[in-house]
Each structure stands twice: as structure tokens, then as C-alpha cells.
């Protein structure tokens, strides 16, 4: 089970491009309930969206962004069976890819 | 030309393993480019002066009223405050999105290509009451609006 989920829809002359990804984004800075320990950091750091192999947009985040985040972006055309990639990094070194097609 | 099998296998491994020590190469770099681009000093835990004097290098900011920042003005819980911002700035490059208060104020900096419309949604955390920032770079200059958000109950832990 991949952790990205990408929804696209197209409009007007666009391409809408949702994505949803399962992360706890944890900021270094909370506490364990039951230990009293620092929870460590662990967040998404880099998320590429790619339009057919080619990177079309970056995001590079802390941990300000919510758990499990959401994304949407605006693709300027986009056809039919274009191929959508989305790839995270986090701070911890790992790392998914997930491919999807536009519909 | 007759081999040995002996000969054929230790052909076949020394040509197969260049193959793959070559394409190792090419696929490596690919992989570390998204790994060097994460700017550390951005997302320091830093005053919000000294994040924004980082990204604009000590430049001025101007105040636009072609960005729209669309955000809950009272949020009952700052773990999860959804945004959307959207601007008719021509040529936008960068787009940042700051949260004046929190321990690390840069939330998220967003590289688009000229194949992206400045039309991006997301959510993030706020520990408490404060402004948010969003600025757009284009044209070498950086526009922004802000909008205050009263949070009741902080999301950044502590």
C-alpha cells in the first residue's frame, strides 16, 4: 500500500492535482503521553510533482505542515493518460513515489 | 569463434556488471538532488524576522493585492488549518508560506515551473494567535498579504 493517494481533475484549459499522504509530521516537539519522552522529529521535507517525468513543482516543507498532509495543486493543460508523480522525502530517509494518470 | 562456457559466463557477468555500475551512476544523482535541495537554515527554529531575512536576502517586502490568502480567520484547532492561496502575479517562482509565531515560522516554500498556476491548497500548524504570511517571488520581486488567525487550542505540541 503506497502512503500518496492522487486525485486529478480536469478543467477548463487546467489540471487539478490533489494529493493526500499518510505521515505523522511530527515536530520534535511534542511529548509521549505515556513515557514523558520527546517525541522525535520526523517530517516530510520535499514532495516533487512531476507531469509526465518532467518536475513541475517542488515543495519544500517543515513540520508546520498538518499531519497526514493535503496538497492541491494547478497544472496549466493536461491531457488524457498524461502520467502524474508524486515523490516524498523525509528527514529520516524515506522516502515514496507514486504514479497516477490523468483521467 | 567457439568459448567455453567458462568463458562465455565471465563475459557475460563483466559486461552485465558495467551495465549496472553505469546506471547506478545515472540514477544516483537523480535521487540526491531532491535529498541537497531541502534548505536546512530556512526551516531553522528561528524569530520570523530572521526566516524572512533569509528568504528575501534584507529586500523589502511589497504589498499586493493580487494574492489572496484564503483562511479560517478563527481556527479551533491549530493542528490542522487549511489554506488556499491564489494570486494573478505573472511569472510567479517562488511562493512561501509563513506562520509568524510558530517555533519554525517557514511552513512550506514551493518551487513552481511556468506549467504551474499560482492555485495551491494545503494545511498547516499554528501554536498560537498569529499572522500568516504568504509571499510570492516574481520578477526578482517579493509581494505579500497576510491574515491574522485567532487559534484556540495550539497544534505545535509544548
Redesign the interface.
Known sequence: MSSIKIRTKRQQG?TQIRTLIAHP?E?G???DNQNQKTIAAHFI??L?VR?NDE?????????????N?????????GDVGDKITI?W?DNQGN?DSQDALIS | MMQTRRQFIKKTLTIGGAFWASSWLIVKPLWAQTETLWPTGLFAHLKYQATLDQITGGQALIASKDITLTIPRIAENGALIPFTLSSTIEKAERVFVLVKKNPVPLVARFTLSPQVNTQLSARLKMAKTSQVVSIVLANGQYYYTDKTVKVTLGGCGG
Open positions: 487546467t509530521m515536530t516537539l511534542n511529548t521535507q520535499t516533487t507531469h518536475i513541475i513543482l517542488t515543495t519544500d516543507m517543515g513540520s508546520g505542515i498538518s499531519r498532509p493535503y496538497f492541491s495543486f494547478e497544472m496549466k493543460g515523490q522525502s522516502r
